[in-house]
């Protein structure tokens, strides 16, 4: 029997005002409540949408998040949210680590440790992010980049504490490109990073980076690959839907 539920996270980035996020849940509930039998769903939404989401998903299982954090829990940090102001609010995930975060705010895997830190402390998933750029895909280097970011950011947590995160392995090349990852070779990564960090093997690892509804069954079919987080494909629900739907035929099948 399978021990890790799929999920499928939609990053929205920074896309949609609270208007635009209002409707999209209206119009993303009666089709997904359906789906929620077999898989979690995640709504990762920008700051300014999460009261709006969480009004609009009321007494729906789907869960939402935000899709960065600060460590600290409340002060002088002009422009931050906290995981605490997070809880709050009612997010029950948040992403950390995204390579748009590390390429243009400057996110380390030192700091991403510290933001896991303070999400766990507050009883929030963290969807940490990790992935190689094309350049160490070339060299032929992925296996040792992603273990490198997770020795760095999340060396110093327990076994229990590893087995609560989510982890995205998003190859940088495959996000917003188009230009997906081979399946095959996406699992064998995650098989290294469940084997290579103690504690991974019952944290659910998910595949990132141009995940389609043409492509999320061949994905989801490998033993490893426990759902999606999904940016552009996320932003239509009707398309978010049938990402999910074509993904859990094949998980009922694995
Ligand atoms: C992402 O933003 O994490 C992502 C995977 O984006 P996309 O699906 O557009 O490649």
């Not at 929030?124 to 040792?144: F, H, M, Y």
């Amino acid at each position: 029997m399978r021990r890790r539920r799929p999920l499928f996270a939609a990053n929205w980035k920074m896309h949609k005002s609270p208007q635009e996020a209002r409707a999209y849940v209206t119009a993303f509930l009666p089709e997904a409540e359906s789906l929620v039998a077999s898989v979690d769903i995640v709504l990762l939404a920008p700051f300014i949408d999460l009261e709006c989401v969480c009004d609009a998903l009321s007494g729906s299982t789907i869960g939402f998040g935000a899709q960065d954090c600060f460590w600290e829990r409340e002060g002088a940090f002009t422009g931050e949210v906290s995981a605490s102001m997070l809880k709050k609010i009612g997010c029950s995930h948040c992403v950390v680590g995204h390579s748009e975060r590390r390429r243009l705010f400057g996110d380390t895997d030192e700091t991403v440790g510290r933001k896991v830190t303070a999400l766990l402390a507050e009883d929030i998933t963290p969807i940490v992010c990790v992935g190689e750029s094309l350049d160490e895909n070339r060299a032929g280097r992925t296996a040792e980049r992603v273990q490198e970011q997770l020795r760095a950011g999340l060396g110093y947590l327990s076994d229990a504490e590893r087995a609560v995160l989510v982890i995205a392995y998003e190859p940088v090349w495959a996000i917003g490109t188009g230009l997906a990852d081979n399946p095959k070779s996406a699992n064998n990564t995650i098989q290294t990073i469940r084997s290579a960090a103690g504690g991974l093997g019952e944290a659910r690892i998910l595949y990132g980076g141009s995940m389609t509804a043409e492509n999320s069954a061949a994905f989801c079919a490998e033993s490893d690959i426990d759902g999606g987080l999904v940016g552009s494909a996320s932003l239509d629900p009707n398309k978010f839907v049938r990402l999910i739907a074509s993904a859990t035929q094949v998980f009922d099948a694995r």
